[in-house]
C-alpha cells in the first residue's frame, strides 16, 4: 500500500508540473503584482517541508536579513520557485539544506537555497534548467530522481519577474542563486527609457 501511495504521488506531481509548465510557456499567464513579504512566504514553505526532510534525516534550516523583506511580485509563482528549489534539493542532499532570503537591488529579493550533496558539473549548470534534463551525479542523496521539470518551471517563473536563477558549486555543494528585482521599481525604470525612445523618434 505504501509502495501505491509513492507512486501515486509521484506521478500526480509529474502531471502537475507537466500542466503548469504548459500553462508558463503558453505565455497566457498573468503576474498578480501584489505586495508581500518574501521572508514569510519562505517561512511558509520550509514548514511544509518540515516532515519529509525530518524521514529523509536532513537538516533543513532557514535564515533571513533581519525585519521585513517587501517586494511587489506574485507570490504564489514565488512560492513555487521555492518549493520547486527545495524538492530538488531534498533529492540531493546528504545532511543539510539551507534556504536564505535577503535584500536584492532595486527593491527585489535575492533567494539562495544550498544543500550540501554532490556538485554539478560545469557543462551541466545551465542544461539543468531545460526541459526533462537530469543531473548526472553520484549517488548520494535520499530522495528520489524527478523527471526534470521543476527546475525549468523555477526558471520560466522567475524570467516573468525578469529576474535570474544560476547554479553554482558552493561550500562543498550546490547552491541555486535567484535574483528577482522589485516589479514596480522595474516598472519604473522601464519608463524613462521609452519615454526617451518616444521624444527621440520625433
Known amino acids: 500500500a505504501e509502495i501505491w501511495k509513492r507512486n501515486l504521488k509521484r506521478l500526480t506531481s509529474v502531471i502537475r508540473n507537466l500542466l503548469d509548465l504548459s500553462r508558463l510557456e503558453s505565455d497566457a499567464?498573468?503576474?498578480?503584482?501584489?505586495?508581500?513579504?518574501?521572508?514569510?512566504?519562505?517561512?511558509?514553505?520550509?514548514?511544509?517541508?518540515?516532515v519529509s526532510s525530518r524521514d529523509q534525516e536532513i537538516a533543513l534550516r532557514l535564515e533571513s536579513d533581519p525585519g521585513e523583506i517587501r517586494m511587489r511580485?506574485?507570490?504564489?509563482?514565488?512560492?513555487?520557485?521555492?518549493?520547486n528549489l527545495i524538492d530538488n534539493a531534498l533529492r540531493f542532499a546528504r545532511a543539510r539544506i539551507r534556504v536564505a532570503?535577503?535584500?536584492g537591488e532595486n527593491?527585489?529579493?535575492?533567494?539562495?537555497?544550498?544543500?550540501?550533496?554532490?556538485?554539478?558539473?560545469?557543462?551541466?549548470?545551465?542544461?539543468?534548467?531545460?526541459?526533462f534534463h537530469q543531473a548526472r551525479r553520484p549517488v548520494g542523496g535520499k530522495g528520489y530522481k524527478g523527471?526534470?521539470?521543476?527546475?525549468?518551471?523555477?526558471?520560466?517563473?522567475?524570467?516573468?519577474?525578469?529576474?535570474?536563477?544560476?547554479?553554482?558549486?558552493?561550500?562543498?555543494?550546490?547552491?541555486?542563486v535567484v535574483s528577482v528585482p522589485d516589479l514596480e521599481a522595474q516598472e519604473n525604470m522601464q519608463a524613462p527609457r521609452q519615454l526617451s525612445a518616444a521624444v527621440g523618434s520625433s
Open 29 to 50: 499567464v498573468q503576474l498578480n503584482r501584489e505586495e508581500f513579504d518574501v521572508a514569510v512566504t519562505a517561512s511558509h514553505v520550509v514548514e511544509n517541508f518540515a
Open 73 to 83: 511580485g506574485d507570490e504564489e509563482l514565488m512560492t513555487q520557485v521555492l518549493t
Open 101 to 103: 532570503v535577503m535584500r
Open 107 to 131: 527593491r527585489g529579493v535575492r533567494i539562495e537555497v544550498w544543500n550540501d550533496g554532490p556538485e554539478v558539473p560545469e557543462h551541466e549548470r545551465a542544461a539543468i534548467f531545460d526541459k
Open 147 to 176: 523527471v526534470g521539470l521543476g527546475l525549468a518551471i523555477c526558471r520560466r517563473d522567475v524570467e516573468l519577474h525578469g529576474g535570474t536563477i544560476e547554479a553554482e558549486n558552493f561550500d562543498g555543494g550546490v547552491r541555486f
